[in-house]
Nanobody
Framework: QVQLVESGGGSVQAGGSLRLSCAAS????????MAWFRQAPGKEREGVAA????????YYADSVKGRFTISQDNAKNTLYLQMNSLKPEDTASYYC????????????????????WGQGTQVTVSS
């Protein structure tokens, strides 16, 4: 059974940093597509960052490029999101998502392409 458990959220002032973690279990971690999504109240869920298996690269939403870094530790089955220079508009619940590639491709920021989700962790950035 696939399980994803996020941690690391909290409240920070604008300009601060947080590192989110997503501990994965129940599947061969290194072979899966992984991503971070976020959802603010009243807004749709949006993709923030994605990382593809086998050195397939990392991808970022324009709104977080240069500020957020997605990474993973395959030995620990853990996905990370380092968030620097946080802004009030980054306030949201953050979710990690995972799924196996389909037809050798990952879903990127298409949330429908991920079957497995964590419970979310809240990030609040004050001005």
């Amino acid at each position: 059974q696939v399980q994803l458990v996020e941690s690391g959220g909290g409240s920070v002032q604008a300009g601060g940093s947080l590192r989110l973690s997503c501990a994965a279990s129940g599947y061969t971690y290194s072979s899966y597509c992984m991503a971070w999504f976020r959802q603010a109240p009243g807004k749709e869920r949006e993709g923030v960052a994605a990382i593809y298996p086998g050195g397939g690269g990392t991808y970022y939403a324009d709104s977080v490029k240069g500020r957020f870094t997605i990474s993973q530790d395959n030995a620990k089955n853990t996905l990370y999101l380092q968030m620097n220079s946080l802004k009030p508009e980054d306030t949201a619940s953050y979710y990690c998502a995972a799924d196996s590639p389909r037809n050798w491709a990952c879903a990127g920021f298409n949330s429908d392409g991920y079957n497995y989700w964590g419970q979310g962790t809240q990030v609040t950035v004050s001005s």
